[in-house]
């Protein structure tokens, strides 16, 4: 690598694989002499959709409410973000970002109003009320260096969620979750990368930008 980033982020639609990438990124990277940290900057869903199982609802979205499970989702991935932020400063290691605050802002416009309102947005109807106010708060975090978008077709990461056994998701959900990312002004950035193979093949394209940088 010529010039190394600090910060390396992998965003995508649930099942893409952001997390097998983003783990075997960097243990790679460690294993070749670049001191490198796995992060994941999660949600939070694993704790609140059982939590709200238990309570007697279908999910956390159910039980809060899309505008209340949105700001307990953001806040929590506000502390994740802040936390690797700082362990990758302070331990001057690489960070590699299994999600980033542009995966909150393309859930928002996800789960607004569904593919219909997407499509809206990326037609240049853009600037909703709570991504603005998430952009704000997200606003103190800087752009990593590199960002990877892993892309793949929608049926394929529905069955990679399903597979995986934890939860379900609609492929209708996940076309319009990743036509909200490819509306996002910081799209354009974003290093697409073809995530239909296999994790080493994902591993390997990644690597080859990191390598010509
Ligand atoms: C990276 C990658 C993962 N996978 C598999 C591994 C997992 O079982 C499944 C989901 O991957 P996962 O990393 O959990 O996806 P995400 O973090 O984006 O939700 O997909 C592939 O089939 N191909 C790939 O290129």
Redo the contacts with the bound molecule.
Sequence with gaps: MRMRPQMIA?V?????????????LAQELSAAGTRARYFENGGGRPLIDPLARRLGRRDGRHLLGWRGYLAVEASIRWIALARAVALSTLTRRVAVL??YAYCQYALIRARDDGLAGAIGRAAGNAGRQPERLVRRLYGVFPRPDVTFY?A?EAD??AR??A??GRDLEEPAYLASFDVSYRSLPEFASFIVVD?????????AAVLAVLAGR
């Design positions: 992998l995508g639609v649930d099942g893409s694989g952001k997390t097998t990438a983003a783990k075997w299994d999600r892993l793949v394929e990461a990679r969620v597979a995986r995530a239909s193979g296999s994790a080493k093949e994902v591993g």
